[in-house]
Each structure stands twice: as C-alpha cells, then as structure tokens.
T-cell receptor
C-alpha cells in the first residue's frame, strides 16, 4: 500500500531533550516536506527536500533540522525542543513538479513540557 | 513570497445547504492551487487542484473550485453538503514551474448538521 509513515505518533518530552521524528514513504517520491499544524495558523512548512541531499527552509525552520540521506526517509530533528514547538507535525511527499499532489502522513502529536 | 487567506474560519451548515469557502492568494507570478481536506482523525488528502486550462476544476465527492485570476481567488463550492463533509478544508498555493515552498491557508472548519 502506498503510504507515508511517521513515528512516533505521539510524543511527550521535556525541554532540551533532543528528539527525532521519522518519516518514510514507499512511493519513490523525490519531494518530501515537513509541516506543523497549530490552531488558527493552519499548516506551516518547516523544511522541504527536492531530492537526496537537497533540502531547503520553509516558512518556520527555526529550531528544526532535517536530513535526506535516502530517497525514502526524511527525519525531522529537534536538537533542543522548547514548549513553543508543541504542535501536530505532518510529513508529506510527492513527485517533483509544481502541480503534483502531496501525500500526507498520519501526523505526530508532540508535547514539550 | 506567496500567501494564502481563508476568511471563513468556522462554517456551520445544515445538510443539503450549498457551500462556498473563500480562498485568496497573493503572488506575483503564475501559481498552482490546491484544496486539501482533513476529515476528523484522518490524513490530509487532496480534493482538487488547478494548474492550467479550464479555470473550473472538479474534484472528488462533488466538490468544485473556480480560479478567477483577476481576483486572485480559488473558491471551493459544493451545491449540497452532507454530514460526511464535516472536516477542515485547506487552500494551498505554490509557484508554477517548480516545486518550491508550498503555502497553506489557515483552514476552514466545516460542520454539517444533520
């Protein structure tokens, strides 16, 4: 089944404790992206990647890191999480091309205490 | 940089009522436009998209949207909503010619009352 998977789905952590949220897709998509969803703010793009080893900042990259060492994986790293990073995070992937449909993962709900 | 505005934050309709959700974007060039839907507890999924050609686009589940270039708008419509349309709807835009930043609107929560 074609899908985007994220792990973990739920995470409670404390300020400053490094964490990684994994994202994997099995559709051979070149493009992958991370978003955060906050009430009243919609989805905001954190980082995106056009292909392996090619990443770029979205609208809200501060406090996050990403890497794209393999085509299928695009982990999101919070080196020192803070409470303002409490949010619902979505990973998405698509083929490259402006009008391609993005396929979204199920989301990771993060609480930073 | 592009931006997207969705003016309706929360809409409540009775079943069989007609729906129109507003979406306006700001960008100096040509764009691709999308409507995504998030049903309760589910992933975001594509409803419809516009990238060229006929400005009236039809999507899944009876939804359609019209791109009006002069108004920078891409409003979503459905002639008769059902309870199962209860969801959050997001408009999104990205510049044509390359898959750069994708910008989403703040979303509209639609509640359909049986």
């Amino acid at each position: 089944e074609a899908q985007v998977t994220q792990n973990p789905r739920y995470l409670i952590t404390v300020t400053g404790k490094k964490l990684t949220v994994t994202c994997s897709q099995n559709m051979n998509h070149e493009y992958m992206s991370w978003y955060r969803q906050d009430p009243g703010l919609g989805l905001r793009q954190i980082y995106y990647s056009m292909n392996v080893e090619v990443t770029d900042k979205g609208d809200v990259p501060e406090g996050y890191k990403v890497s794209r060492k393999e085509k299928r994986n695009f982990p999101l790293i919070l080196e020192s999480p803070s409470p303002n990073q409490t949010s619902l995070y979505f990973c998405a992937s698509s083929f490259v091309g402006g009008a391609e449909t993005q396929y979204f993962g199920p989301g990771t709900r993060l609480l930073v205490l | 940089a592009q931006s997207v505005s969705q003016h309706n934050h929360h809409v409540i309709l009775s079943e069989a009522a007609s729906l129109e959700l507003g979406c306006n974007y700001s960008y100096g060039g040509t764009v691709n436009l999308f409507w995504y839907v998030q049903y309760p507890g589910q992933h975001l999924q594509l409803l419809l998209k516009y990238f060229s050609g006929d400005p009236l686009v039809k999507g899944i589940k009876g939804f359609e949207a019209e791109f009006i270039k002069s108004k920078f708008s891409f409003n979503l419509r459905k002639p008769s909503v059902q309870w199962s349309d209860t969801a959050e709807y997001f408009c999104a835009v990205n510049p044509s010619g390359g898959y750069q930043k994708v910008t989403f609107g703040t979303g509209t929560k639609l509640q359909v009352i049986p």
